[in-house]
C-alpha cells in the first residue's frame, strides 16, 4: 500500500478521478490531512462513502515512529524517528523569536564526505522517499500542537539536491495550498552547490542557501570533495548570473573552523570572491565533534571575521547554531550511526 505523503494535489487528483469522482475531491483530501491533522478517510464526512473506502484500501497514514526524543537547554527538541526500514532519521524544531523552524532530513548518510561534518563521515546509506521527508513534518506537527511550524529548511540529514526528484515532490506538497500552505520564503533548500539541481529550484520555489567554506578551489577541495566536480567558481558564476530575483538573495553559509578558515586573509578573501555579487553572508561557527578533528573558532576571530565583510558593505550575520548540547547542530546529526560503529 502507498503512502498518502507521497502525492503531490495533481497526483492525487488523478486518483480520484480514476475512481469515478471530480478532481476536487483531492482538494478536500489536502485540506483534511495538512490542514485539519485527520488521518482517517472514515472520519472525512464531505467525502462520498465509496471513495473513503476505494481510498482506505490504496493509499495509507502511516508515518515515522517517534522513538527519541531530546530537549536542549536552548528550547530546540532533537526528534528520532524511526522508519519501516529500521534506519533512524533525525529532524530539530528549533524556536526562536517569533517563529518555530523544523530542520528536515533528505537522506540517511551523505555521499558528499564534507571532511566537517558528521553526517558526511557516516556514508550514504540511502535517499528518504518524499513521504518519509513529509513524514517528519507531519510527525513533529502532531507531537508539538501548540508551536506552529513557521519555516523549514532542509539542513538536516543528507544533500536535498542529491534526492531531487523526491525533494521537488516534498516541496510541492509544503507549498500547496490545500496542503501545508508554507510560502517559498518560509522554505530554505542548503545545498553544497550542486549547480544541476540548482538550476531546477529557481527563484520562487525556495529559498537558497549555498555551503561554500573556503575561498580557494584547493582549500575548499580539501573540505569538500564535491568541489572537483562543482568547483567555487563555478558555484559563484551561477550565482552571480541569475536573474529575475527581485529582493531575493542566495545566502552563503560558511563554516568558520579554528586555524583552517577563520583568518582576516580568509575574510579578505572572501570579499574578493563574492564581490559584485548579491548575497547575504551566514558566518557558522563550527560546532565540534568527537568524530572530527576540527575546533571552534574563537570569538575573537568570529567577529574580526565579520567586522571584515561588513566594512565591505556585505549582508552578514553569525548564526549560532541551536541543539548543540543535544547533538543537533549545524554538522552534527546522526551522530548515533558513528557511535555503532565503534
Same mark, same amino acid.
Given at each position: 500500500?502507498?503512502?498518502? *505523503?507521497?502525492?503531490?494535489?495533481?497526483?492525487?487528483?488523478?486518483?480520484?478521478?480514476?475512481?469515478?469522482?471530480?478532481?476536487?475531491?483531492?482538494?478536500?483530501?489536502?485540506?483534511?490531512?495538512?490542514? &485539519?491533522?485527520?488521518?482517517? *478517510?472514515?472520519?472525512?464526512?464531505?467525502?462520498?462513502? $465509496?471513495?473513503?473506502?476505494?481510498?482506505?484500501?490504496?493509499?495509507?497514514?502511516?508515518?515515522?515512529?517517534?522513538?527519541?526524543?531530546?530537549?536542549?537547554?536552548?528550547?530546540?527538541?532533537?526528534?528520532?524517528?524511526?522508519?519501516?526500514?529500521?534506519?533512524?532519521?533525525?529532524?530539530?524544531?528549533?524556536?526562536?523569536?517569533?517563529?518555530?523552524?523544523?530542520?528536515?532530513?533528505?537522506? #540517511?548518510?551523505?555521499?558528499?564526505?564534507?571532511?566537517?561534518?558528521?553526517?558526511?563521515? #557516516?556514508?550514504?546509506?540511502?535517499?528518504?522517499?518524499?513521504?518519509?521527508?513529509?513524514?517528519?513534518?507531519?510527525?513533529?506537527?502532531?507531537?508539538?500542537?501548540?508551536?506552529?511550524?513557521?519555516? @523549514?529548511?532542509?539542513? !538536516?540529514? %543528507?544533500?536535498?539536491?542529491?534526492?531531487?526528484?523526491?525533494?521537488?515532490? $516534498?516541496?510541492?506538497?509544503?507549498?500547496?495550498?490545500?496542503?501545508?500552505?508554507?510560502?517559498?520564503?518560509?522554505?530554505?533548500?542548503?545545498?553544497?552547490?550542486?549547480?544541476?539541481?540548482?538550476?531546477?529550484?529557481?527563484?520562487?520555489?525556495?529559498?537558497?542557501?549555498?555551503?561554500?567554506?573556503?575561498?580557494?578551489?584547493? $582549500?575548499?577541495?580539501?573540505?569538500?570533495? #564535491?568541489?572537483?566536480?562543482?568547483?567555487?567558481?563555478?558555484? =559563484?558564476?551561477?550565482?552571480?548570473?541569475?536573474?529575475?530575483?527581485? &529582493?531575493?538573495?542566495?545566502?552563503?553559509?560558511?563554516?568558520?573552523?579554528?586555524?583552517?578558515?577563520?583568518?582576516?586573509?580568509?575574510?579578505?578573501?572572501?570579499?574578493?570572491?563574492?564581490? !559584485?555579487? &548579491?548575497?547575504?553572508?551566514?558566518? @557558522?561557527?563550527?560546532?565540534?565533534?568527537?568524530?572530527?578533528?576540527?575546533?571552534?573558532?574563537?570569538?575573537?576571530?568570529?567577529? $574580526?571575521?565579520?567586522?571584515?565583510?561588513?566594512?565591505?558593505?556585505?549582508? =552578514?550575520? =553569525?548564526?549560532?547554531?541551536?541543539?548543540?548540547? @543535544?547533538?543537533?547542530?549545524? %554538522?552534527?546529526?546522526?551522530?548515533?550511526?558513528?557511535?555503532?560503529?565503534?
Amino acid at each position: 500500500m502507498d503512502s498518502f *505523503f507521497n502525492y503531490t494535489l495533481e497526483r492525487l487528483e488523478t486518483v480520484v478521478e480514476n475512481l469515478g469522482t471530480k478532481s476536487y475531491r483531492a482538494e478536500q483530501l489536502f485540506q483534511w490531512v495538512y490542514q &485539519r491533522g485527520v488521518l482517517d *478517510f472514515y472520519a472525512m464526512e464531505n467525502l462520498p462513502k $465509496a471513495l473513503r473506502s476505494a481510498l482506505a484500501q490504496e493509499l495509507s497514514f502511516e508515518m515515522p515512529e517517534v522513538s527519541e526524543i531530546v530537549h536542549s537547554e536552548d528550547g530546540s527538541v532533537k526528534f528520532g524517528l524511526l522508519l519501516n526500514s529500521g534506519h533512524l532519521v533525525e529532524t530539530v524544531l528549533m524556536p526562536e523569536k517569533g517563529r518555530n523552524t523544523l530542520c528536515v532530513s533528505t537522506q #540517511i548518510g551523505c555521499k558528499m564526505a564534507c571532511q566537517f561534518c558528521v553526517t558526511g563521515h #557516516i556514508g550514504f546509506v540511502r535517499d528518504l522517499s518524499t513521504a518519509e521527508i513529509i513524514g517528519q513534518v507531519m510527525s513533529v506537527k502532531r507531537y508539538a500542537r501548540n508551536k506552529r511550524i513557521t519555516n @523549514i529548511v532542509f539542513m !538536516g540529514m %543528507g544533500e536535498p539536491l542529491d534526492n531531487l526528484e523526491n525533494l521537488m515532490t $516534498a516541496l510541492a506538497i509544503i507549498q500547496e495550498r490545500f496542503g501545508l500552505d508554507f510560502s517559498y520564503r518560509r522554505v530554505t533548500v542548503s545545498t553544497v552547490g550542486l549547480v544541476d539541481g540548482l538550476r531546477s529550484i529557481a527563484p520562487r520555489k525556495a529559498q537558497i542557501a549555498i555551503s561554500l567554506n573556503a575561498t580557494n578551489e584547493v $582549500a575548499r577541495t580539501e573540505l569538500m570533495p #564535491i568541489n572537483r566536480i562543482y568547483p567555487l567558481r563555478d558555484i =559563484v558564476d551561477y550565482v552571480r548570473g541569475l536573474k529575475n530575483m527581485g &529582493r531575493q538573495r542566495v545566502t552563503f553559509e560558511y563554516v568558520l573552523i579554528k586555524g583552517i578558515n577563520d583568518s582576516p586573509k580568509d575574510a579578505q578573501a572572501l570579499s574578493e570572491l563574492l564581490a !559584485g555579487v &548579491r548575497c547575504k553572508i551566514n558566518l @557558522i561557527p563550527y560546532n565540534a565533534s568527537p568524530h572530527t578533528r576540527f575546533q571552534t573558532p574563537e570569538d575573537e576571530a568570529v567577529k $574580526a571575521f565579520h567586522d571584515i565583510l561588513l566594512k565591505r558593505h556585505f549582508t =552578514v550575520l =553569525v548564526r549560532e547554531s541551536h541543539a548543540k548540547d @543535544i547533538a543537533g547542530g549545524c %554538522g552534527q546529526l546522526g551522530m548515533k550511526y558513528l557511535e555503532e560503529k565503534r
